[in-house]
C-alpha cells in the first residue's frame, strides 16, 4: 500500500494534504505543514518505522526542515530549502519516542513545531546531534594552524628542490622531489580544498590540450616528470622556480583564505576519494613511483582533519573506533611497501599485495563518508 | 586485516551497523515473498535470465572469523536484494544506504545471487583445506585455450542474473559497497541472453541457437545424478546440496565467422542456422539419429553437437547443465570486436562432465573460430535454508 502512495506522489501531492489530516499517519505519504506559521501542522502522531512525511511549504520564503527529537536536539532527517509553494517528500526512519518537526525559513528565525509522540515497536534512524558554526570554529582552528605549519615545510622543502635543480644536481633534485611533494600531499589539498593554486602546484597534465608537453603543465608533476625522463637541469629550471613560487604563494595567501567549518569533515572523506581515484589507479605517476608514498602522506592528512573533530565525532559516529582500526590497516599496508629506502612502485605490487590495499582504503573511504554527513554545519532550530 | 577484537574485526562489514536499522526499518512493511531461501541456491536451475553478470573475488579477508562474517555479508545483501523493499532510513547518520538506481522502494526484480567458490579458498589461509569439495580444482589449461590469468580463478564467484540490467548493476553495486574490505573484483563480466528469433533457444553470437539439449532438470533423479554434490560418501558432508559451476569465458572471432559459407558454419556445429534443427531433422527439439548416419555424411562426425553429446548411454553421464550468456566487451588491437559466449554449467563431477565433454571437443573445427580467455572451477555453494542461516555456514561451522 506504502509504494502505491509513493508512486502517485506528485499527482496526489494536493489531495493528501486534506486527505493525511483525517486519516492520520496511514503510513503512506502524510502532509505536513512547514514554514513560519504552520510549522509541523498535520503531524500529529506515528507508529513507529519508516514513514514518509510530505512536506508542503506554504510560506514565502524557502525553509530548511527537519524532523528533531525536540529535547535533545537530534536530528534525524532533513530537507534543505523547500520552496515556496511546493510539496517534497521526506523519508524518516522513527523509533518509538518524541519527535517534532523543525522549521527555518531563509528569511527569519527557526520555529519547532507541536511534539508528534511515536510509539510501535518498529526501528528508526540513529538521530545525530548537530554541530553549529561555533562548534567546528574550535577544530578549524586546530586544523588551520597544522595547515600553517605544514605550509612552512612545504616551502622549506620546495625551495631544497629548486636549490636542487639551480645547482644542477639532478641527483639530489630527486632525492629532495619526494620529501617536498610528501609535505604537499599530507596536507590533504583534495577536491579543490586549495583551488587553482593547488591545481599549478600538483595538477596532472589530463585537460590540457597537449597533455605533458602542454606549457600549462606545470608543478610537482611537471619537475618530476622531467626529473625521471633525462630531462636537462637547464630546462628544469623554470618549472622548479615556478613551483616554489607557486608554494610561497600559497603559504602566503593562505592567512586569508577562507576554511568553511563543513569543509573539515568533507575532506575527511574526500582526501582518500581523491588517493583512489588518481593514486591508487596510477594516474598522478610521472616517473617517479613514489605513488604509494603519496597515499601514505594521504591517509596522514586525513588523520590531520580527524584529529580536531574528534571531540565532536566521540558521541556522534560510531563508526569511529573502526575508522581508526581502518587508518591503521591502511597505514600498516602501506608501510609495509617502504623497504631499504625505497618506496614499491604501484605497477610492482603483486595482485594480493594490491587488492589489499585497494580493499582497505575502499572500506576506509565508505566509513568516512558518513564524517561528512554528522560533520556539517546544521543552524539548529 | 585488523585487530582480532573489538568493531575493528568486522571492519569491512560497513552494512553491519547499518543492518541493525535495516532489520528493523526496512522490515516495517512485510517483504514479498522471496525465492532465496532453500535447500539449494537460486540462479542454478532457473533458465538463464535475460541479464547476468558474473564476478570473481579474490578474498581479502585476513582470518576463518572475517571469512565467516564476510559470508555473512554477502548473504544478508543477497537476502535483502532479492527479497526487495525499502532500504532503511539511516537519516542524516550517513549517506544513503542505497544507491537509488531502482528507485526508492527497491523491488526483488527476479534478481537471483548465486554464490559457489573456488579451490584456491581452500589453501592455507582459512584451515579449510580438508574441507576442499573432493572434485574441485583449479581449472585445467585445455589445448585449444588461450588464457588471461587475470581473467581465470577466484576465491568466490558471485553470480547476479535478472530480467533488467539495472537490477543486475544495482546489485553488484550494493554488495561490493558492503564488502569491500574483505574481497575485491578479480574479474568481471556482464552477459545477455537473446531474445528468441524467432522461436525457440535464444541464439549465440554466431548466429546459431544454444543450449537446445539440456538434460531434463525436471526430473529429480536427472539432477541428483547429473547436478547436485554426490551424496555417497565421496564428498565433505557440507557440500549437500550444492554443485559444481564451471566458467569458461569464450570469445568468438565473429568477423572470421562472418567470412565463412554458411554451410560450413552448419557443419561445424551439426545444425541449421536458421532453424536450429540438427542436420538431419526439421525442428530445434529434433533428437539427431546418429545411428542412421554412422560415418557422418549427414552431421559430420567432427560437428560440435556430436562430439559435445553423442547421445549414446556411455556419455549419458557426463551430460552437464549448460547456463550460457552472450557477452560484448569492446574491441581488440587488430580493430576486431570482442564478443562471445560466458559459458558456465553445472555437474556433480567436473571430471566426469565438463572435462569429458571437452576432451571430446579437441580441436574440434570450432575452435578455429573461438577462443577460451578465461573462466575457473567453483562449487556453488548449498542453499541458505532460513534466516538465520548463511551461505557457507556449514563448511565454516
Known sequence: MDRVHRVLLPAIA????ALAACSGDAGGGLAVQVGRARCGEGWGSARAGARTLLVHNGDSAPVDVTVVDPSRGTVFAELEGVGPGTTRPLRVGLGAGTYAIGCRPA?????????????????GARGVRPLTRNDLDPAVRVYRARIVAGLGTLVRRTDALRDAVRSGDLDAARDAWLPAHLAYARLGAAYGAFGDRGDAIDGRPAGLPDGVRDPGFRGFHRVERGLWHGASAASLRGPADRLAADVRALRDGFPRAQIDAGDLGLRAHEILEDALRFELTGATDQGSGTTLATVAANVDGTRMVLAPLRPLLADRLPELPSIDAGLACASRLLRAQYRHGRWTPLDRLGTVERERLNGAIGELVERLASVATVATVRRTP | MTAAAGPGRRTFLRGALAAGVAGTVGRATPAPASRFHGVH???ILDAPRPRAMLAA???IAATRAELTDLFRAVTGRARALTGGGAPPEVGVAGPPPDSGVLGPDVPAGGLTVTAAVGASLFDDRFGLASLRPARLTRMRTFPNDDLDPSWCHGDLLLGFAAPDEDTVLHALRDVCRHTRGA???????????????PAGASRNLMGFKDGVANPDVTRAAVRDRLVWAARDGSEPGWTAGGTYQVVRLIRML???????????????????RDTGAPLDGTHETDVP?????????????TSHIRLANPRV????????????WNYDRGTDGAGNLDMGLLFTCFQQDPKRQFEAVQERLKDEPLTDYISPFGGGYFFALPGVVNASDHLGRALLA
Request: proline fraction near 7%.
Open chain 2, 183 to 197: 574481497m575485491q573484483v578479480r574479474w568481471r563480466i556482464g552477459g545477455f541472453t537473446s531474445r528468441p528469433r
Open chain 2, 57 to 59: 573475488f579474490d578474498v
Open chain 2, 254 to 272: 565473429v568477423e572470421f565467422w562472418d567470412r565463412i559459407a554458411l554451410t560450413e558454419q552448419e557443419r561445424i556445429f551439426g545444425r541449421a
Open chain 2, 289 to 301: 539419429r546418429y545411428s542412421a548416419d554412422p560415418i557422418g555424411e549427414v552431421i559430420p562426425l
Open chain 2, 313 to 324: 548411454p556411455e556419455t549419458e553421464d557426463s551430460r552437464v547443465l549448460r547456463r550460457a
Open chain 1, 107 to 123: 528569511d527569519g528565525a527557526a520555529v519547532t513545531g507541536p511534539r508528534v509522540r511515536v510509539s510501535g515497536p518498529g526501528g
Open chain 2, 41 to 43: 541456491q537460486a540462479g
Open chain 1, 14 to 17: 494536493g489531495a493528501a494534504c
